[in-house]
């Protein structure tokens, strides 16, 4: 199972908006609403930040919001803020009643 | 408050056995489903298995199928990793995470090293 594609990194000004993209496949993203990011603060436990494409878990900030279009999900952060600095991972269910992850994006907020 | 914590964590040579444990609390752990997760050093996420909450469905990741068996003990709220044949490839934090669709809940990790 190969790892879902995401850019290595991006970066935005505070209050400014990014969106990260994770391309898949019509096996992954592409078939199920089962996309979820994760944000992880090195050395820290990851954070669940968006599950079944676009839902936002209870505590996460409204700044974050998640979509998809075809074999490709995309997680956008508004409002930026120096917190938000971190590495961004997607996720994804297979046909392969597997899961992957994306290889993860390096968030810098300037 | 839910907490997941990892154990067993070292230090093994190449061809040896290790076994991880996750100790959880906080929750009706026989409820859930669980996985693990590695980071490989200077790496990102790989899900390396899945177990059901009753047991009944375990699933592995193509590097570790053979090798690592996931169980659980519900009565004791735990959950294992047995990892055997281990490779220099296997050096890597190993999570513990809640869920089915999504891992909404995961522990802070343990470090195994694979090194002769």
């Known amino acids: 199972q190969s790892a879902l594609t995401q850019p290595a990194s991006v970066s935005g000004s505070p209050g400014q908006s990014i969106t990260i993209s994770c391309t898949g496949t019509s096996s992954d993203v592409g078939g199920f609403n089962f996309v979820s990011w994760y944000q992880h603060h090195p050395g820290k436990a990851p954070k669940l930040m968006i599950s079944?494409?676009?839902v936002r878990p209870s505590g996460v900030s409204n700044r974050f919001s998640g979509s998809k279009s075809g074999n490709t999900a995309s997680l956008t952060i508004s409002g930026l803020q120096a917190e938000d600095e971190a590495d961004y991972y997607c996720s994804s269910y297979t046909s392969s009643s597997t899961w992957v992850f994306g290889g993860g994006t390096k968030l810098t907020v300037l | 408050e839910v907490r997941l914590v990892e154990s067993g964590a070292g230090l093994v040579q190449p061809g040896g056995s290790l076994r991880l444990s996750c100790a959880a609390s906080g929750f009706t752990f026989s409820s859930y489903s669980m996985n693990w997760v590695r980071q490989a050093p200077g790496k990102g996420l790989e899900w390396i298995s899945y177990i059901s909450a009753s047991s009944t469905s375990i699933y592995y990741g193509d590097s570790v199928r053979g090798r690592f068996t996931i169980s659980r003990d519900n009565a004791k709220n735990s959950l294992f990793l047995q990892m055997n044949s281990l490779r220099a490839d296997d050096t890597a934090v190993y999570f513990c995470?809640?869920?089915?669709?999504?891992?909404?809940?995961w522990g802070q990790g343990t470090l195994v090293t694979v090194s002769s």
């Open positions: 079944d494409v676009s």
């Open positions: 995470a809640r869920g089915l669709r999504s891992l909404d809940q």
